[in-house]
């Protein structure tokens, strides 16, 4: 099986929510398009430092990571991303570190897509091809 990749518009989510109140011009809103790994083995997103800055986010605390072969390393954690993929979109924290975006679990789940490793694509759940529905108790 392969590798999955999709593409990713990363926005500053203040700024998002700024511009739809009539605060910022829509043209000022901070994001970037990037090229993500799905990793369904993370629970949290990443982003690289480089890319990190380009919407404008800075980490606001540091956590502990561990990497799958054991080695672990404090990184550092930002929130207020908005996690754009295949017209749908989720707000998130997101771990700065590597060289690449991972897309997680935790946004994978939100937007209510699946991976198909056999196709190497990602994919609307079919139960809801419209929208990710949230489910609540």
């Not at 990793?39 to 502990?64: H, M, N, T």
């Not at 561990?66 to 908005?82: F, M, N, T």
């Amino acid at each position: 099986m392969g590798e999955v990749r999709v593409k990713v518009r990363l926005t500053n989510s203040a700024d998002a929510q700024a511009a739809q109140a009539g605060r910022l011009a829509p043209n000022l809103v901070r994001g970037v398009e990037a090229d993500a790994l799905v990793d369904s083995g993370a629970v949290r997103s990443c982003l690289p430092p480089p890319l990190a800055e380009q919407p404008g986010v800075i980490p606001f605390e540091s956590s502990l990571v561990e990497y799958a072969g054991g080695r672990k390393e404090v990184a550092g954690l930002v929130d207020g991303i908005r996690f754009e993929v295949m017209g749908r979109r989720s707000g998130d924290e997101a771990l700065v570190l590597g060289d690449e975006v991972l897309l997680g679990q935790t946004v994978l789940e939100k937007m209510d897509l699946l991976v198909d490793c056999g196709g190497r694509r990602l994919l609307p759940n079919p139960a809801h091809p419209e929208g990710p529905v949230s489910k609540v108790k």
